[in-house]
């Protein structure tokens, strides 16, 4: 099956940037929606933005303006690009498949601490 490895994560300033990656080990990567998820500690897993293989793209209302979701599909890679990073952004962030999310599947994560 598919393997999704991210990376990117780290320690930034509230008003950073950091740009996250997801690489995909498959050749169905261009035909496949892409999302990236978030948790931080003591909540739900919550989606932040997903892009289909059309390139049509939701985010998430927290995020909206400051994160942009974008794919290489010559690189099979998935990238989430986050802009003026508040502490509240702070969580361990995945990317995923819709197959794998309903197969309740998760890769280990790359994690985003923002300080104030």
């Known amino acids: 099956q598919v ?8 320690l930034v300033q509230a008003g950073g940037s950091l740009r996250l990656s997801c690489a995909a080990s498959s050749s169905i990567f261009s035909i ?7 948790q931080a ?10 892009i289909t293989s059309g390139g049509s793209r939701n985010y998430a209302d927290s995020i909206k303006g400051r994160f942009t979701i974008y794919r290489d599909n010559a690189k099979n890679t998935v990238y989430l ?7 509240e952004d702070t969580a361990v962030y995945y990317c995923n498949t819709d197959t794998r999310v309903q197969q309740g599947y998760w890769g280990q994560g790359t994690q985003v601490t923002v300080s104030s």
């Open 32 to 38: 496949t929606a892409m999302g990236w998820y978030r």
């Open 81 to 87: 690009q986050m802009n003026s990073l508040k502490p």
């Open 3 to 10: 393997q999704l490895v991210e990376s990117g994560g780290g």
């Open 41 to 50: 500690p003591g909540k739900q897993r919550e989606l932040v933005a997903r």
